[in-house]
């Protein structure tokens, strides 16, 4: 099966900075994607940030210019930066990584919370 695991959440002032991690092990033959959403109380899950294999990065508008993912694919591991955090990113964030076993399918973090706020 396939584990993965977060890190970095926790409480920040406006402004300020967090790096997440998340690691993933198991039986991982093959990936072709990672990356993060986020869900805040009474929203809709969102996608934030997100990394191909072939390197392509997407963001959601709000977090462009601020969030930076990177991946480090002997690790099997996926980072989140976050620069000049808003109290608006305040949510639990939940990595993802595309795996193939038998067929393509999401496997999910446990989610982390980050609370920006003063």
């Known amino acids: 099966q396939v584990q993965l695991v977060e890190s970095g959440g926790g409480l920040v002032q406006p402004g300020g900075s967090l790096r997440l991690s998340c690691a993933a092990s198991?039986?991982?033959?093959?990936?072709?994607?990672m990356g993060w959403y986020r869900q805040a109380p009474g929203k809709e899950r969102e996608l934030v940030a997100t990394?191909?294999?072939?390197?392509?990065?997407d963001y959601t508008d709000s977090v462009k210019g601020r969030f930076t993912i990177s991946r480090d694919s002997a690790k099997n591991t996926v980072y989140l930066q976050m620069n000049s955090l808003k109290p608006e990113d305040t949510a639990v964030y939940y990595c993802?990584?595309?795996?193939?076993?038998?067929?393509?399918?999401?496997?999910w973090g446990q989610g982390t919370q980050v609370t920006v706020s003063s």
């Open positions: 990394i191909t294999d072939g390197g392509r990065i």
């Open positions: 993802y990584f595309h795996i193939f076993l038998s067929r393509w399918t999401n496997y």
């Open positions: 198991g039986n991982i033959f093959s990936t072709n994607a």
